[in-house]
């Protein structure tokens, strides 16, 4: 009898506790002050899944963007180098408009204006890979790599095989991958090049116990610079998908390759975020090189993260949707905009703009993609064009408007990439590479179908229901 006694007080000693907890936890999501659609949806987590939507919310749900990356002390140090090549956007050629983004970047983002460079266009994989196999070829200094995904494939293993060759013959190599991004690859992969006398680095590596800490915020970006001369900014990855595509259909990505003084902002990403995994500041003068003007675009690289004052892409993207007198062209592979965003798709296609988005028809991620045609009717009968890419994967992060600017990088347009990745954008204003990347779209957009309102409200029910299920856990997917 006392047995049982003590169980069930043990018991109900459980419950209480637990649910004390529980309380609790919504209690410090509402004081985070965040956005209310994702507070709405930890909450509804916490209270239908109590076990395991604590569990999650530890793991996936806690805010760090108070923290700081780097000391100022140490950004300035970094920082210096750029001051030479800062233009201001009132003194150059730009229409109002394109004044204002490169005015608001400057001040959310610290992302210097530059002129004077020159940029290619990748639409595929095999054509990036062959771009960077040749610059990393003509390597004497330095190669500084970083990349979400660095596979142990064919790809993969030929982009490793030149590391270690160019390291032996005394090029400085630094490689950074994301852990999570990559943690399908054996350290042995690393270790082989390590061994080679190549530095790498682990993003935000996860372990036990600090496992929570870090797991929800992954370093997106995609991102090279070789000897100061040649950089690279896009949504491509180190892996054999990007270049051969999949069982299913090729994979469409887009990426660029800079030559010019905007790769001293690449740099400065690069050193922040090595700075930020081992505290080793790359801030000597021979990885900023002198930079030649070498063509005629001006751009920024606005970096991104959840750690820092300002939602730097959220405003960036904000911004350059609001800001359009004719047209917006977006492509991304998954579509979660957050409120604000949504709106503002809506306003100005509802105002008259001519808006048009482009999805893959299907997707890497069968939940997230559910969850973004959730949206779509609403983005149907505000008269904004939607168009599902057929030919295979669209991976391409692209904005093009009204033939003034566009913005090519590793943010997808949803919650993930623009409140809990580290991203990388280039934002660019230069008629001709806009009027370049507006071809493109079109081209891709020859090659899609587009949507009817009549068709997508015919679906069935069950699809629907699912995907407003789903569409709850946007903030988290």
């Not at 000897?227 to 469409?252: H, Q, T, V």
């Not at 001519?354 to 609403?378: A, E, F, N, T, W």
């Not at 003034?404 to 943010?411: H, I, R, W």
């Amino acid at each position: 009898m006392d047995d049982t006694l003590l169980t069930d007080g043990l018991f109900s000693l459980f419950w209480i506790i637990y649910i004390i907890t529980i309380i609790g936890v919504i209690l410090i999501v509402l004081s985070e002050n965040r956005n209310p659609l994702k507070s709405i949806s930890w909450i509804l987590v916490l209270m239908f899944f109590p076990i395991g939507g604590l569990l999650f919310y530890i793991f996936l749900g806690r805010d760090f963007r108070k923290q700081r990356m780097i000391s100022k002390k140490s950004f300035k140090k970094i920082d210096q180098y750029s001051f030479d090549f800062d233009v201001n956007p009132k003194n150059v050629n730009l229409d109002s408009n394109s004044a204002m983004i490169a005015t608001l970047l400057k001040k959310v983002g610290n992302s210097k204006l530059y002129a004077g460079n020159h940029i290619d266009i990748f639409t595929s994989g095999d054509q990036m890979i062959d771009s960077l196999v040749t610059a990393i070829e003509k390597a004497e200094k330095f190669i500084h790599l970083q990349f979400y995904i660095f596979q142990n494939d064919e790809t993969g293993r030929m982009i490793r095989d030149l590391l270690i060759n160019k390291a032996r013959q005394g090029v400085e190599v630094r490689l950074m991958y994301d852990d999570v991004g990559c943690w399908n690859v054996k350290n042995s992969f690393f270790n082989e090049m390590k061994n080679a006398g190549i530095e790498i680095n682990a993003f935000f590596e996860v372990k036990i116990p600090v496992f929570a800490r870090k797991i929800n915020y992954r370093n997106h970006r995609k991102i090279a610079i070789i000897d100061g001369s040649y950089g690279f900014i896009g949504g491509m990855n180190i892996a054999d998908r990007y270049a051969k595509g999949l069982e299913w259909g090729k994979w469409r990505d887009t990426h660029l390759m800079i030559q010019g003084p905007a790769i001293l902002d690449l740099q400065k990403s690069f050193s922040i975020d090595w700075y930020f995994s081992n505290k080793d500041l790359l801030w000597d003068s021979k990885y900023f090189p002198k930079q030649p003007l070498m063509g005629m675009s001006q751009m920024q690289i606005i970096t991104s993260g959840p750690i820092g004052e300002w939602k730097e892409m959220m405003h960036a993207f904000f911004k350059v949707i609001t800001s359009a007198k004719k047209y917006v062209y977006i492509q991304t592979p998954y579509f979660l905009p957050t409120e604000s965003l949504l709106i503002a798709l809506q306003t100005i296609a509802l105002s008259g703009i001519d808006v048009r988005i482009m999805l893959p028809l299907r997707s890497d991620s069968k939940l997230v993609h559910i969850g973004s045609c959730s949206y779509i009717r609403q983005m149907l009968i505000s008269d904004v064009k939607v168009y599902f890419y057929k030919p295979g994967f669209l991976h391409s992060k692209v904005i093009v408007v009204d033939d003034e600017y566009c913005s090519v990088g590793s943010a997808n347009m949803d919650f993930r990439s623009l409140e809990h990745n580290f991203e990388a954008n280039a934002f660019i204003y230069d008629k001709d590479f806009t009027i370049t990347l507006k071809k493109i779209f079109l081209k891709d957009q020859s090659l899609s179908e587009k949507v009817s309102i009549r068709e997508w409200r015919s679906r069935p029910l069950l699809r629907k229901s699912f995907e407003s299920v789903m569409r709850l856990f946007a903030p988290m997917l």
